[in-house]
T-cell receptor, first 114, second 114 residues
Framework: DVKVTQSSRYLVKRTGEKVFLECVQD?????MFWYRQDPGLGLRLIYF???????EKGDIPEGYSVSREKKERFSLILESASTNQTSMYLC?????????????FGPGTRLTVT | GNSVTQMEGPVTLSEEAFLTINCTYT??????LFWYVQYPGEGLQLLLKATKADDKGSNKGFEATYRKETTSFHLEKGSVQVSDSAVYFCALSDQNSGYSTLTFGKGTMLLVSP
């Protein structure tokens, strides 16, 4: 079974802090993704990565950056956290082989910025 | 761009009732279609998928058929259980610019009472 783990289930940070959310997958997947999930808005893609050190902007990249130094690890960084970044953050990975498109999700990190 | 529209919830049913959650999509090309389920406090899990027109995906008593003529992928189950209470997301594969991402609907909450 594919396993995607996220470093924290719950996180509380103060406005202006730098926040790191970590995601690790154990199935040698090429692609990794960060989403945020908000009530009434569903899942929105923040950034994704299709290879080590490569990244692409998703639909809502503003206020976020990412890092992928190793294939299994994908980090989401909030350079200066703001209250409107309070949300559930979900990491996912996918194999990357043509025709195999499904993504596997971690349990999520619920971030509260006060 | 691609989009997915799901019926708004919550859908409230009694145990053993028949379930339909509607999903329609707009896409260029021939996307793959997915249903994901999110149980309370957890990440998303792949429920079923279909990769081409007229394919039927099925899992755990749930079914959905890829209907290209109506651009739909409705989720059905003949007899729901209390344990099916969750949020259900319809999604399609998006391969713009050569990258494989997923576009999600906003989710439909299902509440099943005993």
């Amino acid at each position: 079974d594919v396993k995607v783990t996220q470093s924290s289930r719950y996180l509380v940070k103060r406005t202006g802090e730098k926040v790191f959310l970590e995601c690790v997958q154990d199935m040698d997947h090429e692609n990794m993704f960060w989403y945020r999930q908000d009530p009434g808005l569903g899942l929105r893609l923040i950034y994704f990565s299709y290879d080590v050190k490569m990244k692409e902007k998703g639909d809502i990249p503003e206020g976020y950056s990412v890092s992928r130094e190793k294939k299994e690890r994908f980090s989401l960084i909030l350079e200066s956290a703001s209250t409107n970044q309070t949300s559930m953050y979900l990491c996912a990975s996918s194999l990357g082989t043509s025709g195999i498109l499904e993504q596997y999700f971690g349990p999520g990190t619920r971030l509260t910025v006060t | 761009g691609n989009s997915v529209t799901q019926m708004e919830g919550p859908v409230t049913l009694s145990e053993e009732a028949f379930l339909t959650i509607n999903c329609t999509y707009t896409a260029t090309g021939y996307p793959s279609l997915f249903w994901y389920v999110q149980y309370p406090g957890e990440g998303l899990q792949l429920l079923l998928k279909a990769t081409k027109a007229d394919d039927k995906g099925s899992n755990k008593g749930f079914e959905a058929t890829y209907r290209k003529e109506t651009t739909s992928f409705h989720l059905e189950k003949g007899s729901v259980q209390v344990s099916d209470s969750a949020v259900y997301f319809c999604a399609l594969s998006d391969q713009n610019s050569g990258y494989s991402t997923l576009t999600f609907g906003k989710g439909t909450m299902l509440l099943v009472s005993p």
